[in-house]
């Protein structure tokens, strides 16, 4: 018994499979005892002491090493985040904007916001408090 590998789209699978020789074809043939799902979320308490011990020796053996393609993944995972951080500094900064010059209009009236809401009933749909900006648009 083996743990295999089996990539579908680029996810990695787990299975727990046995190797059986095919006395008719004269190969050897993989059965798949038990599918372990996700190779990346494997549960080890879901598994026996036999499929423990099958599974760490795997583990030592085969995947320790690191795969070229995670360097590309990771370098592409930190470029994208600092592009959404400076999408959403410039997000917070055109909020800001706003926010001082509605603060600015309110002093010149010498109000406050509810002073002015209770007697005007403006509602401003554009600003939002910067923690509802969403940085998905």
């Known amino acids: 018994m083996y743990i295999r590998n089996k990539k579908v789209k680029g996810i990695s699978y787990a299975y727990l499979v046995e190797s059986r020789w095919d006395k008719e074809k004269k190969q050897s043939c993989q059965t798949v005892i038990k599918y372990l799902g996700r190779f990346d979320d494997l549960k080890i308490d879901k598994l026996s ?60 009236l010498e109000m406050d916001k509810n002073q002015f809401l209770n007697r005007f009933g403006w509602r401003n749909s554009i600003s939002k408090p910067i923690g509802r900006i969403n940085t998905n648009t």
């Open 49 to 108: 002491k036999d499929e423990l011990s099958i599974l760490s020796k795997y583990l030592n053996e085969k995947h320790l090493k690191k795969d070229p393609m995670d360097s590309h993944i990771r370098k592409y995972k930190q470029i994208k985040d600092k592009q959404d951080e400076k999408i959403m500094r410039k997000r917070i900064t055109e909020q800001r904007k706003i926010e001082r010059a509605q603060n600015k209009v309110l002093e010149d």
